[in-house]
Structures are given as structure tokens and as C-alpha cells.
């Protein structure tokens, strides 16, 4: 018999707020995280904007002498399993290490470190590197320095699957759960690659919005985007087993009930253009958790704003839905935080799961000019009120990685 899962904690950094409660209270009135760069010096490169973690300030969240020691991509991870932790009041729990897990992806890792180090060899060579670079740097301790402050003894896995790491890293918890493997994760993702390196890479690859508009840069599924605009920031849940949350009386969010991952197998960077591996996925996903399409309210897309991704999701939620598709809300909120790669699939899911519990769906701001190709309700500009029961998160990833999650509305 499969064990039920359900989300007991949430934690959240992000260009939007510091905190799941900011977060969300800034999704709902639609505001525009995004903005000019400033992590960097931007003169000697094509101009962009990006979405920053805006009025950091690490010393709120651990000693200068720590914050030192780490990369901010597993700062921004560590501040949001935190707040996870706390949130699903841990600290207060009889908790079975053995049986507790962390499983935390990331697309680039220790990006920031990287760059720092690789420009350090060449300056003033490979003996003046930081002692520091191969833990900062090697994506499994973005999650392993979780793991090591919580004692999380049982499995602590880093999934990555490019822009699909952090929902690829929820779903696996949730059948490492169901299975009984363990009890309880914290997962998601957390990404830091507004750098010279990280904003330059994906710049010549052309994937980033040249717009300089910060109202019209990233602007999913609208006929005249341009591409994503990269962000950061950190998405983590708690999630466990719906026995072992009742027995210590946690408060529940939500149920995750189904989760798919497949692959195009098509191309480095562009979706297959038959939106097969979508397609499916999503109705993997939904068969997992037994739940018929028609009992869909809400998607929370991966919406990028590049003309293939929000072109072929569209296609491949039309496939997957049938009729149905148009009934769906739908609610894009790159247009608000950004693309934070690897860690954007756990804000989202954690975005999806507070619309659940206030049957609110969030909206896809700066939405003007409709694409015949993109045809669904995309809820432009403002949130609306709307019961949602069932709720499905897709994420898609360079490689051709597809990630889906089925959400149910927790209901005692």
C-alpha cells in the first residue's frame, strides 16, 4: 500500500521576499521583482536585467566568519530550509534521524565560487586558491551542509536536471516517502548564477531577454518575449509521511499525490517540438496519483518567456487536457521573480501550495500582447479568487528534462 505524503513546512529567498509569508503577500499583488543588476559590475558586458535577492544582508542569518565559508547558492539553500524547519516545527519533534532526508538539487552549484577561483588561478595562481573552492563548489554540499545542521542521516541526494532540479528533487522525496524509505525530506533547490560567468554563458547562448524594460522583460506566454531573465534565490519544503506529521500534530499544507519525469531526447537546449515529452509527463504524473485530467484547477507552468518553452508547454498542456485546457487557471510568476534555474521549481511548488490553501491563483503580470500559439488562461496582470483542488507544477530543463508534480489541496 502506498503511504501519503504530505508538505508540512515551507521556506523561501527570492527576488520577491525573504520569507514564505513576503513571498507570497508580493505574488498576490503582482510585484515585479525584477530590476538592473547590481552583484556585479555589468559595464563590460551586454546590459540585462535579472532578478536579485533584493536588501540582503547575511549577518541577519548566521556569523560573518560562516557566511565566508560558503557560496551563496547554499546561503540562499540554508536560509530556506530554516525556514522550513522551523516552519514545520522540528526543533520541537522527536525525530528519527535515520529516517529523515534532504534532498536539495541545483543546476550550477557554487557558480559564484567557480568563477572567483578559476579567475584567482590565473592571477596569481592554483596555490592561492580559496581551501574552500571543492566544498563551495560540488553541488551534492549545497544540500550536504543541510543535512549536516539538522543531522539528516538518511538519504541526502542532489538531483541535477538543469531548470528542472528542484521539482525533479520533490518528486523523487515524495516516492522515496510513499515508498517508505524514509519519513520525512527537506527538498527543493537553491541557485546563485547572477555572475560575470553565469549571466555571460546563457547571454551568448542568447536564452536571456535583451529587453532592458524591467516591465516587459520577462513576459511569459505574451506574443512579444524575448526570452527568460535569470534571478535567484532558494526553494525548500519539508515533506513527510501523513502518519508521522499526525502523530506529532504538524500542521499540513497540502498532499503531493503523483509525480513524472521523463526526456525529450531531442535537443541540447529546445523543447521537442512535438511536445511528446510534456505531454507525456504530465499524464504520467497525473496516472502516479490516480487523478483525472478534468480534476485539474491550476498549472503552475514553467513559463519562461522564451518563444519555444511557453509555445510548446502550451501545446503539450493542450495535448494532455484536451478540452479541458481551457478551463485550467494558469499563472506564470517568472514574470514577477525570475528564472532561478535549478531553484525555481522549489519557489513555485512552494507558490502553488499557498494558492491551494487560499484558492488564489496567482497571475502572470505584464501581460499584453496575446500569441495565437499560447491560448490558454494565462490569468493576466491580476490574481483571482478560484477553489483549487488539484494542482499540477511543471518544470522543463536544457537537455530535454521534464519534471511534473500533482498537488491536492489538504483537506482534514
Avoid at 560573518?64 to 516552519?87: G, H, N, Q, S, V
Amino acid at each position: 500500500m502506498k503511504r501519503r505524503v504530505v508538505v508540512t513546512g515551507l521556506g523561501t529567498i527570492n527576488p520577491i521576499g525573504h520569507d514564505t509569508a513576503s513571498t507570497w503577500e508580493g505574488i498576490k499583488a503582482g510585484k515585479n521583482g525584477i530590476d538592473a543588476i547590481t552583484l556585479f559590475d555589468i559595464s563590460k558586458q551586454k546590459p540585462y536585467l535579472a532578478g536579485e535577492v533584493k536588501n540582503f544582508n547575511v549577518e541577519e542569518y548566521m556569523s560573518p566568519k560562516e557566511a565566508k565559508r560558503l557560496d551563496r547558492t547554499t546561503i540562499f539553500a540554508l536560509i530556506a530550509a530554516e525556514e522550513a524547519y522551523r516552519d514545520g516545527e522540528l526543533a520541537e519533534a522527536e525525530i528519527n534521524g535515520d529516517r529523515f532526508g534532504v534532498f536539495v538539487g541545483s543546476g550550477m552549484g557554487g557558480s559564484q565560487t567557480l568563477y572567483d577561483e578559476t579567475k584567482k588561478i590565473f592571477e596569481r595562481g592554483a596555490d592561492r586558491m580559496n581551501p574552500f573552492f571543492i566544498p563551495n563548489a560540488i553541488i551534492n554540499l549545497v544540500g550536504g551542509n543541510i543535512a549536516i545542521k539538522y543531522q539528516a542521516k538518511g538519504a541526502s541526494i542532489s538531483i541535477v536536471s538543469a531548470c528542472s532540479s528542484a521539482t525533479n528533487s520533490i518528486g523523487e522525496a515524495f516516492h522515496y516517502i510513499r515508498d517508505g524509505y524514509l519519513d520525512l525530506i527537506l527538498t527543493g533547490g537553491s541557485e546563485a548564477p547572477i555572475n560575470e560567468m553565469g549571466v555571460g554563458g546563457f547571454s551568448v547562448m542568447r536564452a536571456i531577454s535583451p529587453c532592458l524594460d524591467r516591465d516587459r522583460a520577462s513576459i511569459p506566454f505574451d506574443l512579444e518575449r524575448s526570452g527568460f531573465v535569470m534571478a535567484e534565490g532558494a526553494g525548500i519544503l519539508l515533506i513527510e509521511e501523513l502518519e508521522h506529521a499526525r502523530k506529532r500534530n504538524a500542521k499540513i499544507y497540502a498532499e503531493i499525490v503523483g509525480y513524472h519525469s521523463n526526456c525529450d531526447a531531442f535537443h541540447i537546449t529546445q523543447p521537442d517540438e512535438k511536445a511528446e515529452g510534456i505531454t507525456k509527463c504530465m499524464k504520467s504524473a497525473m496516472s502516479d496519483g490516480d487523478v483525472s485530467p478534468e480534476w485539474i484547477d491550476f498549472i503552475s507552468p514553467h513559463g519562461t518567456s522564451t518563444y519555444y518553452n511557453d509555445r510548446l508547454e502550451t501545446k503539450g498542456i493542450k495535448q494532455a487536457f484536451g478540452e479541458h485546457a481551457h478551463k485550467i487557471s494558469i499563472g506564470a510568476t517568472k514574470s514577477m521573480h525570475g528564472h532561478s534555474l535549478g531553484a525555481v521549481g522549489g519557489i513555485e511548488t512552494i507558490i502553488t501550495v499557498k494558492a491551494m490553501a487560499d484558492s488564489i491563483v496567482p497571475p502572470t503580470i505584464n501581460y499584453r500582447v496575446p500569441d495565437p500559439e499560447c491560448d490558454l488562461d494565462y490569468t493576466p496582470n491580476e490574481s483571482k479568487k478560484r477553489e483549487i483542488r488539484y494542482a499540477l507544477k511543471n518544470s522543463l530543463g536544457f537537455g530535454g528534462h521534464n519534471a511534473t508534480l500533482v498537488l491536492k489541496k489538504w483537506e482534514s
